[in-house]
């Protein structure tokens, strides 16, 4: 194998993931906040990395995507009005324009190089960000939520590592914008890292969040291509109890599940029983 | 980052992890049957590999060990006795001992050098291995299987890949012979392979099971440094039930929890909620 042609991801304690890259890079761009690469490769097709951090790949996008919407959206009752922020490249809005109930979905990406290399060379993931019901917002979220109240029935928190453009989200003034931000009944599911490769990125992010929400509950998915192959996102909300283990879904979640490749209605209460150390990391 | 002192493990596909070496190896040695190779890492502490294939580090055996063990044992109601095919580094007979129930533990493994290396350089992996209630076999678990019958309440077959001296345990008639060594009442857990980055092996290797257990069931958990980062197990009977949703295991669970990383009661049912995509793989 030609070493020189691996993409490597490595954390700080010398462990990562290397994906072997198809020919050089077919995107490059340099915004302001960061660097975005596009590849192909074998494994996972086309892949986008930003300031060399993993992404999103066309094979294992899913996991991320249908774990951040699904669980909070089929939760919620009736879940009209979303904000995302982050999620520039759309498979967050994809999965959301599955349901008939949202009326409007505002997304708040700080970085169009993002939206626009991922409309070029992500179709099957970008394809709803021209949906009527779809505003793409591009600016900082920090600013964006500072004047927003009760405006939205989920939040999705679809942002990179507490590092680069993304340090401003892991923060008590602006998670208290957020909740201000929703409507009663409302529930905000952030990424919240890894918890096998980046425990203490999650520790913290976790007491952050028992600060701001009454209700806070990690779950857990496979994501192969993230630090440590595994993944973590929060329940939060002040009205609403997260999911226990025989949560039972509504008719939706059969609906939603015949779209999804790992979604489904069992998994629901499942993916919040967590390992002992992860209860240990966020309690 | 010296890429030159990084381990790799990367699928045909060209998709794995990179671990970074912390200096060379401190063992390696080649028997009849493959090539075990030592050396430390920051990220896992020390590593074994088979032919260049991840077997066991320090940091992340747990995942591995706790759910091949505890989630047949959790449900079987009286383990007396045990046979691990394989798992010469000694963590499922570590776990195995916590049980009182355990009167004596047959472990066969094919390879005294994967033994050897782990005595020396993984105590708290191997500490099990000498214990009274423990028989170490080093031997063909195809031959030693062959004559036996109505011997055992749990067998956990903790093999490598079907390549290599794994290749004769991914079989019909060894099933056979591991179902007709079974108790009334036993349970079979393999290994079954990576769900997300080897799905074509896990694909057969359920298809068999099923040819030769009325009951056969995956459950699935991350293990970081297995390839995808995802790790699957079967649960094969003739005459239990696969745990459901809101199986209630008894009050042993809440004994073993305490001393596991992963293990607790609420995870034991969830487990065996896997993605769409799993269960087509093994339907």
């Not at 494994?43 to 991320?64: Q, R, S, W």
């Not at 995507?65 to 904000?83: A, F, G, Q, R």
């Not at 993002?114 to 021209?130: M, Q, R, W």
């Not at 507490?162 to 923060?171: E, K, S, W």
Request: with cysteine; aromatic share 10%; proline share 5%.
């Amino acid at each position: 194998m030609a070493e020189q042609n691996l993409y490597h991801e490595i954390t700080e304690e010398g462990f990562g993931i290397a994906i072997e890259k198809d020919g050089e890079n077919i995107f490059e761009k340099q915004s302001e906040f960061q660097k975005t690469e596009v590849f192909n490769s074998r494994a996972f097709g086309k892949v986008l990395t930003l300031d060399g951090l993993m992404m999103v790949t066309e094979k294992d996008e899913f996991f991320y995507h249908e774990m951040i919407v699904h669980i909070p959206m089929l939760t919620h009752p009736n879940p009209k009005n979303i904000l995302v922020i982050g999620g520039g490249d759309g498979g967050t809005v994809r999965e959301l324009l599955k349901y008939d109930s949202v009326e409007h979905i505002d997304m708040v990406e700080i970085d169009e190089v993002v939206i626009e290399a991922s409309k070029k060379y992500f179709p099957t993931v970008s394809c709803g960000l021209d949906d009527k019901r779809v505003s793409v917002l591009v600016q900082d979220a920090i600013e964006f939520i500072k004047d927003k109240k009760d405006c939205y029935d989920v939040v999705l928190i679809d942002s990179t590592d507490p590092i680069g453009p993304g340090v401003g989200l892991f923060n008590e003034g602006f998670y208290n914008n957020v909740k201000r931000a929703l409507k009663k009944g409302g529930i905000v599911t952030p990424q919240t890292e890894g918890p096998f490769a980046q425990s203490e990125n999650m520790k913290k992010t976790y007491e952050l969040l028992r600060k701001v929400f009454k209700n806070v509950a990690p779950y857990c998915s496979p994501m192969p291509t993230y630090p440590g192959g595994y993944w973590s996102w929060g329940f939060c909300s002040d009205d609403i109890q997260a999911p226990s283990i025989d949560f039972k879904a509504d008719k939706r979640a059969d609906i939603i599940s015949k779209t999804c490749k790992l979604y489904n209605p069992s998994l629901h209460g499942a993916v919040f029983q967590v390992p002992n150390f992860v209860k240990d990391l966020t309690k």
